[in-house]
């Protein structure tokens, strides 16, 4: 059966993954060296710990990103955490930086590694240089390839492959956009966040809501219609005398329905997004999936589920697994 | 501090990019650097100014070394690594998957574009060859000072985003194809309209964002002009001018007398801003702010 | 697939008439008793809070005629009722059964939030927190109202559950994990 890898903010959604069917489970520290560092969100090394030995017992696995870019002068932090994952016997640990890799390689080399989307490696060429040079056992793969590029990556490298199937859909090279830091001074890369809540403003303006972040207006949204958050890339903005969403659509990821292909394409693990989202919003998703991959595992056709009302923009997109996307 | 002319990300004709580096032969630039970044497709309508754009460099005197593209995707794309490296001169990487198709031991400048945020990718970077490496544009000030002083331990040089609207995202989708409502296989290289890139506003009409085919850049111009003294502090040695329409061979000018004192910050900026694509500066990621903002009193909204 | 928002049960208008006569310094009282319960049982919400722990939340049910300010300033918590909105860090907006559902897990936050069930103001960062810290608090309000009605709360309890029957509004935990797994 494909692996599901799901998404844990706490310890309570953590154990409402497993207990939903999740094979695995990532999550971060509550610190800036991941990639969720919502106020709120994240692991304590004793909740982390405790966690483990919780999942383990349920035959399921913990992934610890540490998929932040960390700072200069700042890189013990990023060190004692990877020293905590495996001291709270952490399965792998998601990784995106060159530096923190070599690290990591030299100096935890049983704990095992995965590249994050984050590094956002695209290709044959970038998966292979990281599983060579720093034993990579899998890669998780950017949201900007179909699946027939997908199936030709698998071809040629000499790693798992681990694809997102639900949730937020990131439109850039994911860990190569500065657009959140240039409105904020915050940015993924840094500081684990993308167009963070201290910065959103939200004002009601005649018959509109208005979302700014960072002063810079990303929407107006009529009175009751569905209001995404305002996440950059899924603003609606001018361009000359055009408006429209520039960049994407405020929809999100929902490949359910690629599970078939995506596992003839050769891929390890189902990714679903979501670490900022609830314990209900986890359960839900997690049990669906897990119905749809065992379903596919057993030549079943795939169960209908709704999920769109969960989803940014209440609705889904196949995203770039669709060449059209481009 | 030096001056290093980055590569041009905009999609310019054959003869735009002629007058370009005919342009920079006598500019006072240390080095240059050549080669398609932003999208593949581009690169037959003028490419092949690249080998008379380098005699001419170097027998300016000056450095030159061939980029990577951003985001290599296609076996195409990966191919043409092969083929910058028949040039025999350093190369800029500017996706980490070129690190794998070049041999070790070959001079290697990392782009802005390839994450070095710490000590540890720096020392790691020097190991596998690189001798320059322009940081990553987000970085603020004290980073920058603490990996100028790992570069010197490690004899790599450290350069900085100096002037030009800044790159703040690539993507596999094109923006400019999907604003003339066309696929990206079926562009019609709609990005050369717009020389400097394609404005995106807000709604409410703010400057905000500038779209170059799969990149995305700033509205505004980054600019150095007031920070020349906080980067020397800081150990850096070089400034990154980015390619932009006008008389750019002046705006090196300008930046080689603002290092050199002859011209104040003020005095550079009231020269620069009137051909600043987006008429607007910034300079706010150096000093851990927003990004698009602007230290100097100019800021024309 | 469905592409609309969970309907959210609205408290029927009866209830919010009922309500608007009672005075408001008992329901403080009892509200502020069942805060100071919460608070010591569940002390790793708090923590959680972090920066925000020392925030005044309003939460405004929109079908009650009341609005209610959770103030955490100098580690204490006190629940109050009030008549209109007093000032506050944070605001949140909706169905009362939208604030018991997503406390109970029925409901994901975000999701009532994208479809504008809730409206959040002022503060954003802080809404985030106290969203995340009840999220992992996995609280139980008939079981915390059970605890403190002593003898009372087998009656308690399925006086509750009939509430909930009628209502459709979800006033216990969904997910009935063992909360703490080792």
Known sequence: MMELVCPAGTPAALRAAVEAGAHSVYCGFSDETNARNFPGLNFSTEELTEAVAGAHKRGAKVLVALNTFPRAGGEKLWHQRLADAEAAGADAVILADVGLLDYAATHHPRLRRHLSVQAAAANPDAINFYAETFDVKRVVLPRVLTVQEIAEINKEIDAETEVFVFGGLCVMAEGRCSLSSYATGKSPNMNGVCSPASHVAYAEEGNELAARLGGFTINRTPKDRPAPYPTLCKGCFTSENQTGHVFEDPVSLDARHLIPALAKAGVTALKIEGRQRSRAYVAEVVRTFRAAVEAVEEGRPMPEGALARLAEGQAGTAGAYAKTWR | ?301 | ?182
Not at chain 2, 197 to 212: C, I, K, M, S, Y
Not at chain 2, 250 to 257: K, N
């Open chain 2, 1 to 301: 501090m030096e001056l290093t002319v980055g590569p041009n990300l905009f999609f310019w004709s054959a003869a735009q990019v002629r007058d370009l580096y005919d342009s920079l032969v006598s500019a006072p630039v240390q080095r240059v650097v050549l080669g398609e970044v932003v999208c593949s497709k581009r690169m037959s309508f003028w490419t092949d100014q690249i080998p008379p754009a380098i005699e001419k460099l170097q027998a300016g005197g000056k450095s030159v070394a061939l980029s990577t593209l951003a985001l290599i995707t296609l076996k195409r794309e990966r191919k043409m690594v092969g083929d910058l490296l028949e040039m025999g001169l350093p190369i800029e990487v500017a996706d980490i998957a070129a690190l794998r198709l070049i041999p070790e031991g070959t001079e290697l400048w990392i782009s802005p574009l390839v994450n070095v945020y710490n000590e540890g990718t720096l020392r790691w970077m020097a190991k596998r060859g690189a001798t320059r490496i322009c940081l990553p544009p987000e970085m603020p000030v004290e980073s920058i000072a603490t990996l100028a002083r790992a570069g010197a331990e490690e004899g790599v040089a450290i350069e900085v985003w100096g002037h030009g609207r800044l790159p703040l995202a690539i993507s596999g989708r094109c923006y400019h194809a999907r604003l003339h409502d066309r696929a990206k296989d079926n562009c019609q290289f709609v990005c050369g309209e717009d020389l400097d890139g394609r404005e995106v506003d807000t709604l409410d009409g703010q400057p905000f964002l500038a779209v170059n085919g799969v990149q995305t850049l700033s509205a505004s111009t980054a600019c150095m002009a007031h920070q020349i003294e906080a980067l020397r502090e800081a150990g850096v040695q070089a400034l990154r001018l980015s390619p932009q329409t006008g008389h750019f061979a002046d705006l090196c000018q300008g930046y080689a007398d603002r290092i050199a004192g002859r011209i104040s910050g003020d005095e550079l900026v009231a020269q620069l801003l009137p051909e600043a694509p987006g008429g607007r500066f910034s300079d706010g990621f150096l000093h851990g702010e927003a990004g698009a903002e602007w230290s100097g009193r100019t800021a024309a909204e």
């Open chain 3, 1 to 182: 697939m469905a592409d609309h928002a969970p309907s959210i049960p609205r408290l029927p208008r009866l209830v919010g008439a009922a309500m608007r006569p009672l005075p408001l310094m008992p329901v403080s009282i009892a509200l502020s008793a069942l805060s100071r319960r919460i608070a010591k049982r569940h002390a790793s919400m708090f923590r959680r809070l972090g920066e925000h722990g020392n925030k005044r939340f309003a939460l405004d049910p929109t079908d009650l005629p009341m609005v209610f300010l959770m103030d955490l300033r100098g580690g204490k918590v006190r629940l109050s009722a009030h008549r209109t909105a007093p000032p506050s860090d944070a605001r949140i907006a909706g169905p009362m059964a939208g604030f018991l559902g997503m406390m109970h897990g029925a409901y994901d936050g975000d999701a009532l939030f994208f479809s504008r069930d809730l409206v959040v103001e002022g503060d954003t960062s802080a809404v985030v927190a106290l969203r995340n810290a009840i999220d992992d608090a996995e609280l139980d309000l008939t079981e915390e109202l059970a605890e403190m009605a002593g003898p009372m709360r087998g009656f308690l309890r399925a006086a509750i559950a009939q509430a909930e029957k009628q209502s459709g509004v979800v006033l216990h935990r969904v997910d009935t994990l063992a909360g703490g797994w080792t």
